[in-house]
């Protein structure tokens, strides 16, 4: 089992930019997420998804958008970058709600100029 | 709203003892707690569903008061590899189901040195 993957590792992008933050999980897991971290904020939750089709906002919802097309992957998409948006990204899977254990990806690092 | 962490940081020698709090403005369902070590990703430790109950993993245990809203780890006999920095992570439920977000809290930093 390769657990919880994201690409890209790094990425740097221009004000205005989109791009697609890649997630995937081989566990069969129903309940995905995403969480930003930015240093003293502690994980703050942006999207998450109790299952195939089914998604709904966290916390911090503003300027990304996901879709669950399949069981295994929730990418997250940022429409037009902003410096504000620069953080490192974490996705996280369960088995059923958030109340599992959540097994998180080794993280997104993200610099927006 | 995120559940509040106690102390921010904390720094101990190896051997000592440590005590990190969490508490919930809201009534909590779930208290989940992890271990993030610098540049990778947080690390399951324990969750404590309500009913009072007190975990154990190793040297690291938890508890977790439902009338005062709040859970507390303790970490026994630190060692180096405690070193790190700690999240709680509270499930709130409303009357009728789950609202299935798991809040994090700001972290704790623990400094185990030798």
């Known amino acids: 089992n390769a657990g919880v993957t994201q690409t890209p590792k790094f990425q740097v992008l221009k004000t205005g930019q989109s791009m697609t933050l890649q997630c995937a999980q081989d566990?069969?897991?129903?309940?995905m997420s995403w969480y930003r971290q930015d240093p003293g904020m502690g994980l703050r939750l942006i999207h998450y998804s109790v299952g195939a089709g089914i998604t709904d906002q966290g916390e911090v919802p503003n300027g990304y958008n996901v879709s669950r097309s399949t069981t295994e992957d929730f990418p997250l998409r940022l429409l037009s970058a902003a410096p504000s948006q620069t953080s490192v990204y974490f996705c996280a899977s369960s088995y059923g709600t958030a109340t599992d254990t959540q097994y998180f990806g080794p993280g997104t690092r993200l610099t927006v100029l | 709203q995120q559940p509040v962490q106690s102390p921010q940081a904390v720094i101990l020698r190896e051997g000592e003892d440590a005590v990190i709090n969490c508490s919930s403005s809201?009534?909590?369902?779930?208290v989940h707690w992890y271990r993030q070590k610098h540049g990778e990703a947080p690390v399951f430790l324990m969750i404590?569903?309500?009913?009072?109950e007190q975990k154990g993993h190793e040297k690291i245990s938890a508890s977790f008061n439902e009338k005062k809203q709040q859970s507390s780890l303790y970490l026994t006999a630190s060692q180096l590899s405690y070193s790190g920095t700690y999240f709680c992570g509270t499930e709130n439920r409303d009357s009728g189901g789950s609202n299935y977000k798991l809040t994090f809290g700001k972290g704790t930093l623990l400094t185990v040195n030798p």
């Open positions: 404590l569903l309500k009913g009072g």
């Open positions: 566990m069969n897991h129903e309940y």
């Open positions: 809201k009534a909590l369902y779930s």
